[in-house]
C-alpha cells in the first residue's frame, strides 16, 4: 500500500503564497507521474499540476503563471508552490501519485484545506 501525506494548507489573504508538500511512503517515487488536484464545494475534482518522472509539467490554466509544481525525487516529495493567490482557489487539494508502468496504480492523498480570504 502507497501512501501519500499531503501538507501545507491553510489559510492566507488574497495575493499570499503557499507551499504545499506531498510525501509518498515508498521508494517508487521516481517512476511516477505525480499531480496535484483540488475540489472545491458543489465543484468536481480538477487537475491543477501535474509532473512526470522525466520533469515535464502542465497547469490547469487557472494557475498558469502563479502555481509552479516541483519534486524532489530523493526525498520522495512534490510540491506546489503557489503564489498571487485568489479567493477562488479555495479548496481541498489533493496529491496523486499514478505508475508510468502497467497497471498504472494509482493512489491519492487525505487532501489539505486551502482558503484564501478576500
Known amino acids: 500500500q502507497v501512501q501519500l501525506v499531503e501538507s501545507g494548507g491553510g489559510l492566507v489573504q488574497a495575493g499570499g503564497s503557499l507551499r504545499l508538500s506531498c510525501v509518498v511512503s515508498?521508494?517508487?517515487?521516481?517512476?511516477?507521474?505525480m499531480g496535484w488536484y483540488r475540489q472545491a464545494p458543489g465543484k468536481e475534482r480538477e487537475l491543477v499540476a501535474a509532473i512526470t518522472s522525466g520533469g515535464s509539467t502542465n497547469y490547469a490554466d487557472s494557475v498558469k503563471g502563479r502555481f509552479t509544481i516541483s519534486r524532489d525525487n530523493a526525498k520522495n516529495t512534490v510540491y506546489l508552490q503557489m503564489n498571487s493567490l485568489k479567493p477562488e482557489d479555495t479548496a481541498v487539494y489533493y496529491c496523486r501519485r499514478r505508475g508510468d508502468f502497467y497497471p498504472f496504480n494509482t493512489d491519492w492523498g487525505q487532501g489539505t484545506q486551502v482558503t484564501v480570504s478576500s
Open positions: 515508498r521508494s517508487i517515487f521516481s517512476s511516477n507521474t
